[in-house]
């Protein structure tokens, strides 16, 4: 919903050169503020409170609140629930935050999966980081205080 992230994320498709990506603006939350395409890949990279930049940006912490956290998940929830309606059979789904937290990322990857059983989570290659928690143990944490790194989590999904 912002062009200036979507000018961001074309600056950096270019850099790498990938030409096949396809940015667009809308309204994730619904499945028709998206693209009507059905992808083999879709990457849900949410809104989310940047807990992980902690390590960066340390005076974040003082602005963190729970209600922004279950405002982001809730916000999470919804745009990973429509992006799933463009996922085409056998397809893949990626859900990755720059949070650390539980809530925006096994709560959200937990809820989804409860409401959505034609999905399942899946190792993701290259394993990198730790396992997730709360059963997810196929998706990926990076600690800053392991890893050197903001804090980031990743779960691979495939639609059956």
């Known amino acids: 919903s912002s062009a200036k992230r979507l000018r961001s994320f074309e600056a950096i498709m270019e850099r790498l050169g990938v030409e096949i990506a396809k940015p667009c603006i809308g309204d994730a939350r619904t499945v028709e503020g998206l693209p009507p395409v059905e992808a083999d890949l879709v990457l849900v990279d949410p809104p ?5 930049n902690f390590f960066t940006v340390p005076s974040a912490r003082w602005r963190l609140r729970s209600r922004s956290i279950d405002r982001m998940a809730d916000l999470q929830y919804r745009i990973l629930c ?37 999905f399942a989570v899946v190792e993701a290659s290259p394993r ?33």
């Open 48 to 52: 989310c409170t940047g807990s992980g």
């Open 82 to 118: 429509s992006a799933a309606g463009r996922v085409s059979a056998g397809g893949r789904l990626v859900y990755c935050t720059c949070s650390v937290t539980v809530d925006e990322n096994e709560g959200v990857v937990n809820a989804f999966l409860d409401e959505n059983p034609d």
């Open 128 to 160: 990198i980081g730790e396992p997730g928690l709360r059963g997810l143990q196929e998706a990926q944490r990076l600690y800053p205080y392991l890893h050197g790194c903001n804090g980031f989590f990743i779960a691979k999904m495939t639609r059956t």
